[in-house]
């Protein structure tokens, strides 16, 4: 699929998408060090259902690093600015990682917007919030998985390059999703493969029971690249949750 730079917010965002097929739009946001490569197999899976757009958010991918770094409020903004340039209607919004923290300020922001919103691997877990804790779980996470998941990982963090990616985790830490997921109105998933060390299933039961219409599933013998691995089993949990509307 092609690339596109897109201008919104006064950012520079990459884009791709698939056919315009029947049905809706999924936008697809990434975790930190991450793009939209990342995404090739859920895009896949969702592309017989609807629209599917993956973005690299600015600073990642093929994306130009801004000036400064953006708070996740700001992020969320930028998302907005996104949907709204590139006339997406009401798209359901997917957020993997950091692109979490993303999706729930836009939703937060924008409830008129976003009335479907996944959120995979929801960060910053409150009960280990600080860069050594969490980058020693994200390692641990990731050589956990199979050497396809490692080479895609590596590839993407290697292209983030290590000055911007440790802003962004500092950006990770700085926020507090705990406070914004409440105000998320729109119906809600929340996905975690059951051996995701980065998310542990206490945290992320917490993470569903803050918002007010949500619930959870867990992907089998997963981690915290679940959708990486596994991306026809989180395409068809999404796919369920949009049938219930």
């Given amino acids: ?68 770094s953006l708070t996740m409020a700001e992020m969320g903004k930028v998302l907005i600015d996104f949907v709204e340039v590139e006339h997406l209607g009401t798209p359901v919004l997917v957020g993997h990682s950091m692109g979490t923290q993303v999706v729930a300020e836009a939703a937060a922001q924008r409830p008129d917007l976003f009335p479907d919103v996944i959120l995979v691997a929801p960060t910053v877990n409150q009960h280990e919030r600080s860069i050594s804790r969490q980058v020693w779980r994200m390692t641990q996470d990731l050589f956990r998985e199979s050497p396809r998941v490692l080479v895609v990982g590596l590839k993407n963090y290697a292209k983030t390059g290590p000055r911007w990616f440790i802003k962004k985790l500092h950006s990770m830490m700085d926020h507090a999703i705990e406070d914004t997921l409440p105000k998320i109105q729109a119906r809600t998933l929340v996905i ?54």
């Fill in 192 to 245: 975690r493969g059951n051996r995701d060390l980065v998310c542990p299933h206490g945290w992320v039961l917490e993470v569903t029971r803050m918002i007010p219409n949500a619930h959870m599933v867990e992907v089998d013998d997963r981690g915290h690249e679940t959708m990486v691995k596994d991306g026809t089993c989180v395409a068809g949990y999404i796919v369920e949750h949009v049938n219930q509307r």
């Fill in 1 to 68: 699929m092609a690339v596109r730079k897109v201008e919104a917010g006064g950012y520079t965002l990459a884009s791709t998408e698939t056919n315009n097929a029947p049905g809706p739009t999924f936008l697809l946001v990434h975790g930190i060090g991450m793009g939209i490569s990342y995404f090739a197999q859920l895009s896949t899976a969702l592309e017989s259902y609807g629209r599917v757009v993956a973005i690299d958010l600015p600073g990642f991918g093929d994306a130009p690093e801004p000036s400064s």
